[in-house]
Nanobody
Framework: QVQLVESGGGLVKAGDSLRLSCAAS????????VGWFRQAPGKEREFVAV????????NVADSVKDRFTISRDNAKNTVYLQMNSLKPGDTAVYYC???????????????WGQGTQVTVSS
């Protein structure tokens, strides 16, 4: 069982940056694909970014591709989501998830964190 803990969220102004972290409890975390998703009030959870266990392949949603970057440090059992030029539309709870496959669907992931709130004011 992999336990994931997100951190780094908060209240920021439009144009600011945040770096979210997803820390895992198990060393085997380094073998998992890790994705970031977000869910705004009243909306479905949507894909944001994903990275393979080696870090050699990433995919970022078109809606944030020019502003968000995903990376990982397996020595620290941590995956990061760097978010720049934040907009009010980025306001959501951000979740990280781990799984053995690859994909943009929530069904591709077996383990989920509790989420961290990101609020962007105008």
């Amino acid at each position: 069982q992999v336990q994931l803990v997100e951190s780094g969220g908060g209240l920021v102004k439009a144009g600011d940056s945040l770096r979210l972290s997803c820390a895992a409890s198990e060393r085997t975390f380094s073998r998992y694909t890790v994705g970031w998703f977000r869910q705004a009030p009243g909306k479905e959870r949507e894909f944001v970014a994903v990275i393979t266990w080696t870090g050699s392949l990433t995919n970022v949603a078109d809606s944030v591709k020019d502003r968000f970057t995903i990376s990982r440090d397996n020595a620290k059992n941590t995956v990061y989501l760097q978010m720049n030029s934040l907009k009010p539309g980025d306001t959501a709870v951000y979740y990280c998830a781990a799984g053995g496959g690859w994909g943009t669907s929530t069904r591709s992931y077996d383990y989920w964190g509790q989420g961290t709130q990101v609020t962007v004011s105008s």
